[in-house]
Nanobody, 121 residues
Framework: QVQLVESGGGLVQPGGSLRLSCAAS????????VAWYRQAPGKQRELVAV???????NYADSVKGRFTISRDNAKNTVYLQMNSLKSEDTAVYYC???????????????WGQGTQVTVSS
């Protein structure tokens, strides 16, 4: 009933930029906090950035000052602007959204399928 679709990944040189998008669709009443995670080969999935419904944000120390998370509630979309990319940013990036599908109903966390980001010269 609810789908999250990430896009915007790709191959970029060190120092370059990418903007990831996470679009939610389906039976959505409200979207609460949305987070970006990443998982590099052989490593655990880690939290990169989170944005609340009140537009407060928080970032992993490793991306502070380089990444910016934002949301467009009219489009049910969250973005991750990634600047000054480094090779260690290479990973599959996933979005995770806390979504309520009806007024007064429960809320659940949904995951997207992931988008590959590769930073290499």
């Amino acid at each position: 009933q609810v789908q999250l679709v990430e896009s915007g990944g790709g191959l970029v040189q060190p120092g370059g930029s990418l903007r990831l998008s996470c679009a939610a669709s389906g039976s959505i009443f409200s979207i609460n906090a949305v987070a970006w995670y990443r998982q590099a080969p052989g490593k655990q999935r880690e939290l990169v950035a989170v944005i609340t419904s009140g537009v407060s944000t928080n970032y992993a120390d490793s991306v502070k000052g380089r990444f910016t998370i934002s949301r467009d509630n009219a489009k049910n979309t969250v973005y991750l602007q990634m600047n000054s990319l480094k090779s260690e940013d290479t990973a599959v990036y996933y979005c995770n959204a806390d979504i309520r599908t009806s007024s007064g109903g429960p809320h659940y966390k949904y995951w997207g399928q992931g988008t590959q980001v590769t930073v290499s010269s």
